[in-house]
């Protein structure tokens, strides 16, 4: 069983950045490949980034060349950097761990709140 505890969401004005953090319980935490989700108001949950265990790094097309994924295996965190936020940015976001090779996401923070004004 693996916990995840998301921190540093906020409001944000339009253009600024904002660190997201996570972190997981557990001494497995290297194996795990690491993901961030975002639900807006109204709309399903969307995949954001994700960090595998050996570090290869995706990101959904709104946020390429924005956010940053990194992960810190000595302290069990996974972080997303956020840069020129938008109002689209607004969201809830969550943390999410899988075992390496599984395909589904088995563990989920409890999310923290990003609102972007304009």
């Known amino acids: 069983q693996v916990q995840l505890v998301e921190s540093g969401g906020g409001l944000v004005q339009a253009g600024d950045s904002l660190a997201l953090s996570c972190a997981a319980s557990?001494?497995?935490?290297?194996?795990?490949?690491m993901g961030w989700f975002r639900q807006a108001p109204g709309k399903e949950r969307e995949f954001v980034a994700t960090?595998?265990?050996?570090?290869?790094?995706d990101y959904a097309r709104s946020v390429k060349g924005r956010f940053t994924i990194s992960r810190d295996n000595a302290k069990n965190t996974v972080y997303l950097q956020m840069n020129n936020l938008k109002p689209e940015d607004t969201a809830v976001y969550y943390c999410t761990a899988r075992r390496a090779g599984q395909t589904g996401y088995e563990y989920w923070g409890q999310g923290t709140q990003v609102t972007v004004s304009s």
């Open positions: 557990g001494r497995t935490f290297g194996t795990y490949d």
């Open positions: 960090i595998t265990w050996n570090r290869n790094t």
